[in-house]
């Protein structure tokens, strides 16, 4: 599978954004989503995933302020961002595999297939 992220930009603390990631290639509903972030210096880090039935993870950092979502007829995975913050400041990367256990959806080492990443800075 081919994942395309889209949708980062400059935003102002508290301000909203919504990152797409559009797939191709094969059964886009057969695979676990994720979203992954890492900042400048940081680790790559895990932010949400969704299971090929829609259930929902989250980090700690995002919940409350994050969403996942996914359209299996768009092949697209969503991330909705509210109340951002200076610190969600990172390159957002969408991840896809059919094999993980969805107890495993926090780990990037998990994830065989990575889109590009796409640039979110949150200004304060």
């Known amino acids: 599978v081919q994942l395309q992220a889209s949708g980062g930009g400059l935003v102002q603390a508290g301000g909203s954004l919504r990152l797409s990631c559009a797939a191709s290639?094969?059964?886009?509903?057969?695979?676990?989503m994720g979203w992954f972030r890492q900042a400048p210096g940081k680790e790559r880090e895990f932010v949400a995933a969704?299971?090929?039935?829609?259930?929902?993870y989250y980090a700690d950092s995002v919940k409350g302020r994050f969403t996942i979502s996914r359209d299996n007829a768009k092949n697209t995975v969503y991330l909705q961002m509210n109340s951002l913050k200076p610190e969600d400041t990172a390159v957002y990367y969408c991840?896809?595999?059919?094999?993980?256990?969805?107890?495993?959806?926090?780990?990037?080492?998990?994830?065989?297939?990575w889109g590009q990443g796409t640039q979110v800075n949150v200004s304060s």
């Open positions: 991840a896809a595999d059919p094999r993980i256990i969805v107890s495993n959806c926090y780990s990037d080492r998990q994830y065989d297939y």
């Open positions: 290639g094969r059964t886009f509903s057969n695979y676990v």
């Open positions: 969704i299971s090929r039935g829609g259930s929902t």
